[in-house]
């Protein structure tokens, strides 16, 4: 199995460009998240999406914007890319959702992460 | 909000010593305490998780500890091997919340 796939691995942008991370998971998880991570500030969750269909705000979600496309893919979105956005970002998945909330449903599966550089 | 902090931010030890990482979370509503490790170059991955209703767990080399009066929790690794060097983060969340919020991470070199 695959797991959480996130493409690109890297990408350097010029500020103001903009684009889109992709993320897909093939373990039928209900939930998806993307994270970004910057030394000394842990894990800091963008958005998450509880079900296909919804999608919710994190502790930063300013600048960014998120698609549910189906079960299995939940894209990321920098319209306007900023130095500030400069970033490893983790795209993530669990079982918790719809139906399922036992145990091991909040454990996340993380992707293997996207380097992005904003000049 | 929601805080964890996490400490030390850099631990360095022997290889066969022990290694403790503590956290602390401010959301008195969480009651689940997961931990991950990241290697390099790698997302994190889950190692141990403990709920609020235990005060304990173990799995091998590896247990957590709970006190959710004080709202520590802390992770101790015993008989450390050079490839238990890694970045490990605690985090803290609620049944149903969907938002698991981490430490800044602890960076561990277990030296050979």
């Known amino acids: 199995n695959a797991g959480v796939t996130q493409t690109p691995k890297f990408q350097v942008l010029k500020t103001g460009q903009s684009m889109t991370l992709q993320c897909a998971q093939d373990?039928?998880?209900?939930?998806m998240y993307w994270y970004r991570q910057d030394p000394g500030m842990g894990l800091r969750l963008i958005y998450y999406?509880?079900?296909?269909?919804?999608?919710d705000k994190g502790e930063v979600p300013n600048g960014y914007n998120v698609s549910r496309l189906n079960k299995r893919e939940f894209s990321l979105r920098l319209e306007s890319a900023a130095p500030s956005q400069t970033s490893v970002y983790f795209c993530?998945?669990?079982?918790?959702?719809?139906?399922?909330?036992?145990?091991?449903?909040?454990?996340?599966?993380f992707g293997a992460g996207s380097r992005l550089t904003v000049l | 909000g929601e805080n964890v902090e996490q400490h030390p931010s850099t631990l360095s030890v022997q290889e066969g010593d022990s290694a403790v990482i503590k956290c602390t979370y401010s959301?008195?509503?969480?009651?689940?305490f997961p931990w991950y490790k990241q290697e390099l170059g790698k997302g994190p991955q889950l190692i141990i998780d403990?709920?609020?209703?235990?005060g304990e767990k173990k799995d091998q080399r590896i247990a957590v500890t709970l006190n959710k009066t004080a709202k520590h929790f802390s992770l101790h690794i015993t008989e450390t091997q050079p490839e238990d060097s890694a970045v490990y983060f605690c985090?803290?969340?609620?049944?149903?919340?969907?938002?698991?919020?981490f430490g800044a991470g602890t960076r561990l070199f277990v030296k050979a």
């Open positions: 985090a803290a969340r609620r049944t149903g919340g969907f938002k698991t919020i």
């Open positions: 993530a998945s669990s079982a918790e959702g719809r139906g399922f909330s036992g145990a091991g449903a909040n454990v996340l599966t």
């Open positions: 959301d008195s509503a969480s009651n689940y």
């Open positions: 373990m039928n998880h209900n939930s």
């Open positions: 999406s509880a079900s296909e269909g919804t999608t």
């Open positions: 403990i709920r609020s209703n235990v």
